[in-house]
């Protein structure tokens, strides 16, 4: 792999990761004016508003995880996905013509359900390469998640200087050209002797559970990612407001901010995830890049200087090292009749934490800087984040070798 070309439903599913992080990072500087502009509120309550509609976007997508899994397990994984790319560019379509704060939750619950294809992309690498060449692959998703974290947040920092709808429309046509390409280059990956019939007892989180945690060493890596998944959603659940209110910064501002996040994360992925891995395998990768960006956390928690920040963007570009490693870790344990469900399980475990991140990190940020709070701690969210990434190193501490020899796990 190394040597050769990336096969074409590789290339489809990195554009995809591309265009989906575009996608998403271009809405990001200007959901925080939307919400106020639509629901008429201030900034402490816009950020409760902002964390209801993140939980409405996780719930649904933690519910339809293993659905989009199964489905592409049973069909295959081309359908699935070009499916969901067209949902993409109808919702993110309707929501740049919101007219109040229930339409936005309604394009929410939408997104979380074509959001919900992590599974059957990253099925897409399990079932043309092998075990080894996984973690370097997903490093890659990881990578084009960076690169689209560059242009998305710049771009739409700048088109919301001039309409705070304008992002959504970028999006969605982002979305429908990712489709069109779609059509005539993804391939299917999924043999038809691999293909096995759907079960709703196994397409739901609950069945999810019950099938995969059967396979040996899974359930400590899904804590692992369930605890770090919480951890590193503190900037798409905050980072715009805390900024705001933090720095006073403008919607190019934020932009130009995730920007620098995102080239700092995609040069390290490119550059250096390789080499990293390659020697000191997944686990010990992945303990390195949870260890900086904990604290990169603290850091931010306790900066009150716009340009201080600036400077600490680029040492946290580390954690871009984490999921690709977990992703890989947990791939291992699935052969190739249930990658789609183990991959659409570990969408589920993400989603868990995008769950429950906005039901803490919002609420706390908006006490905290509201009239009621007993002192203004713009960094409190921070605070909460970097806990949930020293709890998933202990437990990364703490999991015991794995069962099958396996060099590039790191015991």
């Known amino acids: 792999m190394n040597r050769t070309p990336l096969p074409p439903a590789i290339k489809f599913v990195l554009a995809t990761m591309l265009v989906n992080s575009i996608g998403f990072g271009i809405i990001i500087p200007s959901f925080p004016q939307l919400i106020m502009s639509l629901g008429h509120v201030s900034l402490s309550r816009a950020i409760a508003i902002g964390g209801w509609l993140s939980l409405t976007y996780a719930l649904f997508q933690f519910l339809f995880g293993p659905v989009m899994g199964n489905l592409s397990d049973r069909f295959g994984r081309r359908p699935v996905l070009l499916g969901s790319l067209f949902g993409f560019a109808v919702d993110f379509l309707v929501m740049a013509f919101a007219p109040n704060l229930a339409w936005l939750f309604a394009t929410r619950m939408l997104t979380g359900i074509f959001g919900a294809t992590n599974g059957p992309s990253q099925s897409v690498i399990a079932d043309v390469t092998g075990p080894d060449d996984r973690s370097r692959l997903f490093g890659y998703i990881s990578a084009a998640f960076g690169v689209g974290f560059v242009a998305g947040p710049a771009l739409g920092g700048l088109l919301a200087e001039f309409d705070p709808r304008l992002p959504f429309y970028a999006a969605s046509a982002l979305a429908a050209a990712n489709f069109l390409y779609g059509v005539f280059a993804l391939p299917e990956t999924l043999a038809k002797e691999h293909r096995r ?11 999810a559970l019950l099938t995969v945690r059967k396979l040996p060493g899974l ?32 919607n190019a501002m934020i932009g130009l901010s995730l920007a620098l996040m995102g080239v700092s994360m995609a040069v390290t992925q490119i550059l250096f995830s390789a080499r990293i891995i390659a020697r000191f395998g997944e686990r010990r990768t992945a303990t390195i890049g949870m260890l900086g960006g904990a604290l990169g956390m603290i850091a931010f928690a306790v900066t009150t200087n716009g340009w201080l920040a600036f400077a600490i963007m680029p040492l946290i570009a580390v954690q871009s090292l984490v999921h690709p490693c977990l992703t890989a870790m947990m791939s291992r344990r699935a052969d190739a009749t249930n990658q789609g469900e ?70």
């Open 342 to 411: 183990v991959q659409g399980f570990a969408s589920s475990v993400m989603a868990v934490g995008s769950v429950i991140a906005p039901t803490l990190f919002n609420p706390a940020l908006s006490w905290f800087t509201g009239p009621g709070a007993p002192f203004q701690f713009y960094g409190i969210a921070f605070v909460i984040a970097a806990t949930f990434a020293l709890v998933g190193l202990a437990i990364l501490f703490a999991m015991a070798p794995a069962q099958r020899p396996d060099p590039a796990i790191g015991g």
């Open 219 to 250: 359930l400590p890596i899904s804590g692992v990612y369930l605890a770090w998944q919480l951890a590193s959603l503190i900037y798409p659940m905050t980072w715009s407001y805390f900024t705001i209110g933090r720095y006073g910064w403008s």
């Open 197 to 207: 019939p759907f079960d709703w007892k196994r397409a739901n989180p609950v069945g």
